[in-house]
Structure formats: structure tokens, C-alpha cells
């Protein structure tokens, strides 16, 4: 399985940006695919998942409203619109799957990251 992560950048608060995740090399249909964010001197936080079985999506309290994932099945790509993006959304965001449903602690057992993408909030 490789996921190359793409999209991050420099914006002001309040901004957008849209990451992209290529994926591909899957042999399994039932999994999980999300974003998980690390920034430096805080904890890693599952930021949003999405289920390839059902659609179901998790958003992690701290970007609810704001973020939203999608996918594209026919691109093998996952999305993760970020809207009103804030200070504390600094990070290096990266694309993961795992063998696990969508829900809080989806991260918890990843199996697979590609490289990150790195947003920066800033005025």
C-alpha cells in the first residue's frame, strides 16, 4: 500500500486548503482511510477518518465543522477539505489506513502512512 499526501501550505487564519491522498495497492475492500495530524510538541490527533464499506465518516472534535473528508474511488483519492482554518490546525498532516472501523481511536492501529504534508497557519 503506498499514500503520497499532498495540498498543505502557508495560509492565514480563516483560510482554506484542500489535501489530497493518492492511494493505491489495496487488497483488502473493508478498511479505513483518514488523516491523522502531528505538531511539534503535541500529541498525534486522528484528525478524520472515512470507511471504505459504508461511507461513514469521524471527525475529531477539534476540526468538527470545519474540516470534511471525501472520496474519490475512481481517483483513488481521499480529500480532506479544511475550511476556517485556525492557528492551532499547524501541523504536518498525514494519509493512513488501517484494519479497523471509522470511529475515535481509528489511528490507534494504523498500518499504513505515507509522507506528510505540511499546513501552516499563520497571519
Known amino acids: 500500500v503506498q499514500l503520497q499526501a499532498s495540498g498543505g501550505g502557508l495560509v492565514q487564519p480563516g483560510g482554506s486548503l484542500r489535501l489530497s491522498c493518492e492511494a493505491s495497492g489495496f487488497t483488502d475492500n473493508y478498511y479505513t482511510i483518514g488523516w491523522f495530524r502531528q505538531a511539534p510538541g503535541k500529541e498525534r490527533e486522528g484528525v478524520s477518518c472515512?470507511?471504505?464499506?459504508?461511507?461513514?465518516?469521524y471527525y475529531a472534535d477539534s476540526v468538527k465543522g470545519r474540516f470534511t473528508i471525501s472520496r474519490d474511488n475512481a481517483k483513488n483519492r481521499v480529500y480532506l477539505q479544511m475550511n476556517g482554518l485556525k492557528f492551532e490546525d499547524t501541523a504536518d498532516y498525514y494519509c493512513?489506513?488501517?484494519?479497523?472501523?471509522?470511529?475515535?481511536?481509528?489511528?490507534?492501529?494504523?498500518?499504513?502512512w505515507g509522507k506528510g504534508t505540511q499546513v501552516t497557519v499563520s497571519s
Open positions: 493512513a489506513t488501517a484494519p479497523l472501523p471509522c470511529w475515535s481511536k481509528w489511528y490507534y492501529g494504523m498500518d499504513y
Open positions: 472515512i470507511s471504505s464499506s459504508d461511507g461513514s465518516t
